[in-house]
């Protein structure tokens, strides 16, 4: 960054970003990058959810308060691993090793309890006769919108899940540093994200009175 | 407060803070669900409330609040144009609506 400013003549001066315009290290500015592609994916499964559901006549509204609640739980977990999972990597970034891979099984905990309650919310709609391209309820396309969006969304979960873990072992045994925990932050923080979007358009929007 | 310092790191309390804040923001969308309002401002609620929560997860759990300003000038602005654009397919969804017989 020296080197800009030591060279800098008219004209130049706005250029300020030297060798790292963003400040920020090459593995969290394409975590951030592949964020920006992700958000669109989901964007355009919530975007078609909705333009089928607003060209719909009757759409069903199957989602009981046990559904609801169940939902809301899940949320919980969710907003709550969120938490430890700044806590790990404020602990990596102090160096306390020991306390940033507690943390992030912590973190794992919550999303393997997201996944157990959303695949038995499931499997109790799957039992109700709920598919891709049918349901007892109507609108065809309930199943294909809600099983598309909610199963994408719980495969992020997963391998949210699966990377943690990695994280967690390599960061354990000093194989990677502090900048691998928060960029793995970042993706889990945008799966929370995610479903505080995916939460309230398929549940909260389809509750039974 | 030590936040505005460029990589200062925020405090467990700060964080602690933001949590609770996101589940009352959720806790208030489930009240608004079970009232008996119409579609469209049912959306517009719930849409509001998600972006504000959207809005801290990313300022303070994604650490955005705390990083250059280029890079948020960067990422988000192209997002939500990108997002965006992709409402012009409603129009079309509310016509197939209203030709549907019923």
Known sequence: MAHGETHAVAGEASWD???????????????????CADSLTFAACLIAYSYVRL???????PFASDSILNAIIMTAFLLSSSLTMVMAVAAAAADDRKRAVRYILLTMLGGIAFDILHLREWLGLIHEGVTPSSNPWGVPLFGATFFGLTGLHMTHVTIGVLYLGVIAIGFGRSKFSAE?????????????????????????????? | MSINASHAKPATKLFVW???WLVLLTLVEVVFA???????LM?????????MKSALIMAYFMHLRFERLS?????IPGLVILICLM????????????????
């Not at chain 1, 691998?180 to 509750?207: A, Q, R």
């Open chain 1, 180 to 209: 691998d925990v928060e960029t793995s932050g970042l993706y889990w923080h945008f799966v929370d994200l995610v479903w505080m979007f995916i939460f309230p358009m398929v549940y909260l929007l389809s509750n039974k009175f």
């Open chain 1, 55 to 61: 060209a719909a006549a009757e759409w069903p509204r």
């Open chain 2, 71 to 75: 890079l948020v000038l960067t990422l």
């Open chain 2, 34 to 40: 079970y009232q008996h309002l119409a579609l469209e």
């Open chain 2, 43 to 51: 959306v517009v609620i719930l849409l509001g409330l998600s972006l």
């Open chain 1, 17 to 35: 970003g030297g060798a790292s315009p963003y400040a920020v290290g090459d593995k969290k500015l394409g975590m951030w990058l592949f964020i």
């Open chain 2, 87 to 102: 409402f012009i397919s409603f129009p079309d969804s509310v016509r197939i609506h209203q030709l549907t017989p019923r």
């Open chain 2, 18 to 20: 933001v949590w609770a």
